[in-house]
């Protein structure tokens, strides 16, 4: 245990780059170490009293009991990233830990070299890959070697080698197999198929199993065979399904008809309308008894459904050549009524009775009411638009400034039709209303393209969908632009313009941390250096940089794309959040190992940071190492400078905010009043509030010795750090945000 231990301390701060942990540790490292040691060896030896009760592998016991604790987390400082030792399974440290762990019988050699992750291996799985035709016996057993060499996942040795997509592997964990599809419709299938006499049981069984081994559609696979000719089984079929049957390379389609819904929507439900009669549409269907099929497209486009039966494949190709030949169904184009206009004027103006707008808004069509209320939040300046279900009609909200504002709210009957459309914008599965869905949308308004998120919940009554505005000029500010006072913003150039190392920002949530990573960002030279995000989700496209988007499904997590990232030859890269501990440990040995480390945190106030990175499992030496600035930061909304009004706070705000009345009297306070120009707010754009700690020799020294928080905060104030709330007082005084503002901020 010893060697392992000390071989740890000598690789990461000697290596070259690592400045910090000089090669003579301080009496706090030693303590640090040896308590460490202690911890570790203590939790070895209790796995292995659970092996001999349990029976179970010591593998498993450290991966799960002790999982959140200091094995794995020292496991993972002294597992290195692959790119350093190329072809070599693992660093010599790690290789030095595995044998201590053999030669002490914690472990034995089989264990450590299958166990680590091939939990993650489900052979069930590989073989369900294997009968799909998605991979061959043989690349199953080349990954298998390879995992067993490496004991890199065989998930990713599969992905890497390009032989699997991660979709592939998700999919076929969630189903089994590669193709999912209902038993029940299955069923009926082959009970109609065997009904028309062309098909016998066991060529439908065949087909069947033939279909879950291949993904090809049953009767495409009939036809194949020369079970039965296409245009008889189709005939034969649509008299059982007691619909008239249609080949759609011989049938003239409708480009109307088809411009009804959305290319989307066909592909997902398998049908295509084909023929526009009144009411009536004509669609084409793989399965003319899908009755949600039908529902939705009753829903979407409010026509009846006369379905009939096009087979699966042909289906597919007519609808990809129909919609690339068709123009899109005129959505948010469309041009403006009169209702809208008028409702327009009203948003603009926001001081129509909301009863007069519903009225309007009962008037207008769905598709157009959607877009003006899009519209509405635009003029705004809304960042979100919340639609929500509530007992008495679906009520809209607008998020400005930080703060939800009730615009209207609208008649129940609408609710279903409105979030439907919104939902047909975002490319989401309307007919899913139980699970909770999220999704991308563009709007064209004038000649501006709006990009927006749009994310529902399943509530007790009806789905609620937030819309959440993308607009890339608010985020994307300068480091100049943020808010910093201007000794912060030395501070923070200063930290930017560092090799490696990593800076934190720490804040609430919508307390701006990501405007103030992406500014940072903006002062890296991209054309030198590699720049890599990883966010959740990515948001905003930054040219000239890689940005990967996590997803657990696929366990694309922090922690994962960080150390896909260190093998990726990175010099700057910025982790959307620091939550788990997993990735706070890979993040640090990032900063370590001269990398530029961009990251955010949870926790109140700068020095805050500390105390989390501990909670994660990063011990004091490591959070010195490793971080050398951090950030807190609050947004306040600005006073609008047209409508404010100079007042007299009373003396108990004023002493809330550290201030002292007597001197006080010689500042002008405002207060938010409200006018046309503030959409009535009495508020107009935001700013930042910053705290900035530079962990100097003296804080490095405080938290390696284990000082408290308050400790901490008292030394760096007494050296002139401004908290958050002294920052903010600076804006106060400069007239640009209200005390009540600040105050609402600050003690969050
Ligand atoms: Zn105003």
């Given at each position: 245990m010893a060697g392992a231990m000390e071989s740890n301390e000598k690789n990461y701060p000697g290596?070259?780059?690592?400045?910090?942990?000089?090669?003579?540790?301080s009496k706090g490292l030693d303590e640090v170490l040896a308590h460490a040691q202690d911890e570790t060896r203590r939790q070895l030896e209790d796995a292995i009293e659970k092996k001999k009760t349990t029976g179970r592998s010591l593998t498993d016991i450290l991966r799960?009991?002790?999982?959140?604790?200091?094995f794995r987390r020292i496991w993972a400082f002294l597992e290195k990233p692959a790119e350093e030792k190329?072809?070599?399974?693992?660093s010599p440290d790690a290789r030095k830990m595995k044998d201590v762990l053999v030669e002490g019988g914690w472990m034995t050699s089989d264990e450590i070299s299958t166990g680590d992750a091939a939990g993650q291996y489900d052979p069930a799985i590989g073989r369900a890959l294997v009968d799909s035709g998605a991979l061959t016996e043989d690349q199953l057993a080349d990954a298998l070697a390879e995992h067993g060499r490496s004991g890199a996942p065989v998930w990713r040795i599969l992905v890497n080698r390009g032989l699997l997509a991660p979709k592939q592997i998700a999919d076929a964990r969630k189903y089994g197999s590669l193709k999912p599809s209902s038993t029940a419709d299955d069923a009926a299938l082959a009970e109609m198929l065997v009904k028309t006499g062309l098909v016998t049981e066991e060529q439908c069984r065949k087909a069947m199993a033939e279909r879950k081994a291949t993904g090809r559609e049953v009767t495409q696979i009939l036809i194949d065979s020369r079970v039965a000719a296409k245009t008889v089984l189709g005939l034969a079929l649509a008299k059982e399904y007691g619909v008239p049957y249609v080949d759609l390379g011989q049938t003239r389609i409708d480009p109307a008809a088809v411009a009804l819904l959305p290319e989307h929507l066909c592909e997902e439900s398998r049908m295509l309308p084909i023929a526009l009669a009144g009411d009536r549409v004509t669609v084409a269907m793989a399965n003319p008894n899908d009755t949600a099929a039908r529902d939705m497209f009753r829903m979407m486009v409010s026509k009846e459904v006369a379905p009939a039966l096009a087979f699966d494949t042909d289906l597919l190709e007519a609808l990809k050549r129909e919609h690339a030949r068709a123009p899109q169904?005129?959505?948010?184009?469309?041009p403006a009524a009169s209702p809208l206009t008028r409702l327009k004027e009203r948003l603009r103006g926001a001081a129509g009775s909301m009863q007069e707008m519903a009225t309007m808004a009962g008037k207008m069509g769905v598709i157009d009411l959607v877009t003006s209320i899009i519209e509405g939040a635009i003029n705004s300046r809304a960042t979100d638009i919340h639609l929500e279900p509530q007992t008495y009609g679906l009520r809209v909200r607008y998020r400005i400034d930080g703060m939800l504002y009730d615009v209207m709210t609208l008649p129940e009957k609408m609710e279903e039709e409105i979030i439907a459309r919104v939902k047909v914008l975002s490319n989401m599965d309307v007919t899913e209303r139980r699970h909770p869905q999220d999704g991308h949308c563009s709007i064209e308004i004038g000649e501006k393209t709006y990009d927006m998120r749009a994310a529902t919940l399943p509530t007790v009554l009806g789905e609620k969908m937030v819309l959440r505005m993308l607009n890339a000029d608010e985020v994307f500010l300068g480091l100049r632009e943020l808010g910093l006072e201007p000794e912060q913003f030395q501070a923070v150039e200063a930290a930017v313009a560092r090799p490696y190392g990593m800076i934190l920002v720490t804040g609430p949530i919508a307390a701006g941390k990501t405007s103030t990573l992406y500014a940072a960002l903006s002062e890296i030279d991209i054309f030198t250096r590699n720049v890599v995000t990883i966010e959740d989700p990515v948001e905003y496209r930054l040219p000239g940089i890689n940005q990967v988007e996590i997803d657990h499904r696929v366990d694309r997590t922090f922690a994962n794309m960080l150390r896909a990232v260190l093998r990726q030859d990175a010099n700057v890269m910025m982790v959307?959040?620091?939550?788990?501990e997993d990735t706070a440990a890979v993040a640090v040995r990032a900063a370590m190992t001269g990398h530029m480390v961009f990251s955010t945190l949870h926790a109140n106030n700068a020095v805050g940071a500390i105390g989390a990175l501990r909670h994660l499992g990063i011990p004091p030496y490591l959070i010195t190492s490793a971080v050398h600035t951090v950030v807190a930061q609050r947004l306040v909304r600005k006073v609008c400078a047209r409508c404010r009004e100079p007042y007299t706070p009373d003396e108990s705000l004023l002493r809330a905010a550290g201030l002292d009345p007597q001197e006080a009297r010689r500042m002008i306070f405002y207060k938010a009043v409200g006018c046309k120009e503030c959409y009535r707010t009495g508020y107009r754009g935001r700013t930042g509030i910053f705290e900035i700690l530079s962990m100097d020799d003296a804080i490095k020294s405080m938290v390696l010795a284990d000082a408290g928080h308050d400790e901490i905060v008292k030394a760096a104030s007494e050296k002139g750090m401004m908290n958050l709330m002294q920052a903010g007082v600076k804006k106060v005084q400069e007239g640009a945000v209200t005390l009540e503002e600040l105050l609402r901020v600050t003690t969050l």
């Open positions: 290596k070259p780059g690592s400045r910090t942990l000089s090669a003579k540790p799960q009991d002790v999982d959140r604790d200091m190329p072809g070599e399974p693992a169904a005129p959505a948010a184009g469309a959307g959040e620091i939550r788990d």
